[in-house]
């Protein structure tokens, strides 16, 4: 089995920033996984917002997040990281991580594990 739990969501003025962490753990869980977030905002679905490689070598980011979003990985602590920057209203959004064999994917469906979400609220 493999858990993860997301942290570092809260409450910030546009233009501000915030670092979310998701740390995996779990006698399944590969430093190989590629690791991705996701959000969700009231009365919308959930979208892609960026996706990383095992090795950390690959990362892909949805066009909305692109250079103001930066996300990274420690495998010694099997944690990801999401920079964000220039953090806008619209980024408001229950933020969940999530886990997968190889290759990085954007598609929600292709996620095997998922954490519990960390809410992102971004004030105008």
């Known amino acids: 089995q493999v858990q993860l739990v997301a942290s570092g969501g809260g409450l910030v003025q546009a233009g501000g920033s915030l670092r979310l962490s998701c740390a995996a753990s779990?006698?399944?869980?590969?430093?190989?996984?590629?690791m991705g977030w996701f959000r969700q905002a009231p009365g919308k679905e959930r979208e892609f917002v960026a996706a990383i490689s095992g090795s950390g070598g690959i990362t892909d980011y949805a066009d909305s997040v692109k250079g103001r979003f930066t996300l990274s990985r420690d495998n010694t602590k099997n944690t990801m990281y999401l920079h964000m920057n220039s953090l806008k209203p619209e980024d408001t959004a229950l933020y969940y991580c999530?886990?997968?064999?190889?290759?990085?994917?954007?598609?929600?469906?292709?996620?095997?594990?998922w954490g519990q979400g960390t809410q992102v609220t971004v004030s105008s």
């Open positions: 999530a886990a997968r064999p190889p290759p990085i994917s954007r598609s929600e469906y292709e996620y095997n594990f």
């Open positions: 779990g006698r399944t869980f590969s430093s190989s996984y590629a």
